[in-house]
């Protein structure tokens, strides 16, 4: 599944043991669990803690770290995409921002006009995710459960029943 969300295999594959284990384990029990090396495993808990889907905590008498992950599939959800947001949606919508005013000072309109377009769309929808993140979680919870039968309500869903 990782390698189709653009996530390394084995990035993917520590978290997926993190997540379905009921104990933090170490750098060295992944590295076993899975068959990877040492290093591979350390680096790829970097990656997951850089995302902030991975946390270190110590256990008495012990010096090494232990690692775990959120059991909670709705956190680990609302974490990835804050920090895709972050380091992919708000980097984008700063680049369109400054194309479109390049385009615009080279008086090309219609490259203005389709900049602007995807700045604009992509300043709404990051309006919406503000909006989203602000709910607690289980209302955000409800909001997704309610899903496609909220659009029966809207205006233009009615109008398009009442014409077929």
Request: charged share 20%; aromatic share 6%; glycine share 6%.
């Amino acid at each position: 599944m990782g390698s189709r969300w653009g996530v390394n295999r084995t990035v993917a594959q520590v978290h997926a043991l993190l997540y379905l284990s009921a104990e933090p384990l170490t750098a060295e029990d992944i590295a076993e669990a899975l068959s990877v090396a040492r290093s591979n495993a350390s680096t790829s808990l970097r990656e997951l803690q850089n995302w902030q889907l991975v946390q270190a905590t110590h256990q008495m008498g012990d010096r090494r770290e232990f690692f775990s992950t959120s059991h909670d599939v709705w956190q680990l959800f609302l974490t990835v995409v804050q920090q895709r947001v972050e380091r992919e949606i708000e980097p984008t919508i700063a680049a369109l921002g400054r194309l479109a005013t390049e385009a615009r000072a080279e008086k090309q309109p219609e490259v203005t006009a389709r900049i602007a377009g995807m700045h604009v769309f992509l300043q709404e929808m990051h309006g919406w995710y503000q909006q989203m993140t602000k709910l607690p979680p289980h209302t955000l919870r409800s909001l997704v459960n309610l899903g496609a039968g909220v659009t029966k309500w809207l205006p233009g869903q009615r109008k398009a029943k009442s014409e077929k």
